[in-house]
């Protein structure tokens, strides 16, 4: 009996430190994720036929750390994410439809040029799948298309109930979970690693005349 209590005792504060540097991992990673570093300029959710289009301006600046890991050949990935809420006045909004648009930006310097690409599914292992590729003079020229979302079919019209609210969510951000093991480290709670904007409107199922 006594040496399960001294196990016990001896494993206590292990367990409660482990625990501790979760719930601030944990923290800094929501932190992280609750600050912005731009906005946009534009957001434009309507009905087009039988289709429910979203266009959008981000204003971003990449800050200087994110920019020179592009000079140096580190490929970045963004996320644009749409979704589509029902209001409910009795519970949380429930989210009916979603949308996603991956983009990877490169730097080759063999050429030095800048490649993005652009794919309607998660970018892994290299695999690109149906994508629409771009190059680039410069990176502002890059990022300026990166940056401009035009007429993107987020939904169909006939999913959706006339008279029913809806509203629409959107964001768009840096996916560090593309970066390398080490640059994901070094990320967490840096806020220059933090890349995203954040925003919502209401959704009007009136057809654009």
Known sequence: MDSIT???KSRWPDRVGFRLLTCVLLLLAGLAQAQGSGE???LRVER???EILLSAQVQLELPQAVEDALQKGLPL???AEAGILRE???WYDKKIATAERHLRLAYQPLTRRWRLTVT???IKGGSLGLALNQNFDSL???LAIAKRISRWKIADAADLDAATKYRVEFRFRLDLSQLPLPFQIGALGQNDWN???NLDTLLSLDPVK
């Open 6 to 8: 001294r196990c016990f």
């Open 195 to 197: 890349v995203a904007v």
């Open 120 to 122: 309607s599914g998660a």
């Open 140 to 142: 502002p020229q890059a």
């Open 48 to 50: 087009a036929d039988e």
């Open 40 to 42: 946009l300029s534009q």
């Open 77 to 79: 990935f963004f996320i």
């Open 88 to 90: 409910r006045w009795y």
